[in-house]
């Protein structure tokens, strides 16, 4: 059986439909072998789902067998100065996974998010990047920063942008839902899709969606 990771959904804690149990009660369905949770964060409350996470995580993670949960966080329209040190304090507070909100052409994210994205130590994951430039993705591979191809409508627009110049400088490249409610779940086989449907061969599509992921773990 094909393994499965997802490192950035949503729950209650910001703008998703399902609480924590809820959320990996419907990843194990869906036949996930890895999910983190990574709710939207700021100055206003990465404190408090941080520490929803981790209670969450002490209390129930071991009743959900076969299913690893990571506690993660999306840093997102936050002014881009403040990227990195709010990236530094997830990681210090219990965060397994930084991700930050890219400049997905369908937001109006700051400018020079992506930049600040994948120039912190701190952050794992620049997600959805738009029409991220040449220079950041550089940067992002020189970094070890993963670049999203997002499988969530509006965002996944320019999934094939990023494939591209990702493959241009060797950057690092993740297949992730972006689920925010139940239908959102991907398989095996969706994801595999997503990754094809960028411009990527079957052979890379599968080392994106098989083996990329174990580097986060």
Do not use: W
């Amino acid at each position: 059986m094909n393994k499965l990771y997802d490192f950035h959904t949503h729950t209650i804690l910001s703008d998703g439909e399902l609480i924590c149990s809820e959320q990996i009660r419907h990843a194990q369905i869906h036949g996930y072998t890895a999910i983190a949770i990574s709710d939207h964060v700021d100055e206003s409350n990465i404190d408090f789902v941080l520490n929803s996470l981790n209670k969450f995580v002490d209390n129930e993670s071991s009743y959900f067998e076969g299913i690893k949960i990571l506690k993660g966080v999306e840093i997102t329209h936050v002014p881009p100065l403040l990227i990195d040190n709010l990236a530094k304090h997830a990681k210090e507070n219990g965060a397994d996974i930084v991700l930050v909100h890219g400049e997905t052409i369908v937001e109006p994210v700051f400018k020079k998010t992506n930049y600040y994205a994948v120039t912190s130590k701190y952050v794992d994951i620049l997600a959805h990047p738009g029409l991220i430039s040449e220079e950041e993705v550089a940067l992002a591979a020189k970094n070890g920063v993963f670049l999203e191809l997002s499988a969530r409508k509006g965002h996944s627009l320019s999934n094939g942008h990023v494939r591209k110049l990702a493959q241009k400088y060797e950057a690092k490249l993740l297949v992730n839902s972006d689920a925010h409610g139940p239908d959102d779940f991907l398989d095996y086989d969706f994801s595999l899709k997503v990754a094809l449907s960028a411009g990527l061969s079957i052979e890379e599509a599968k080392k994106i969606v098989e083996k990329n992921p174990l580097e986060l773990l």
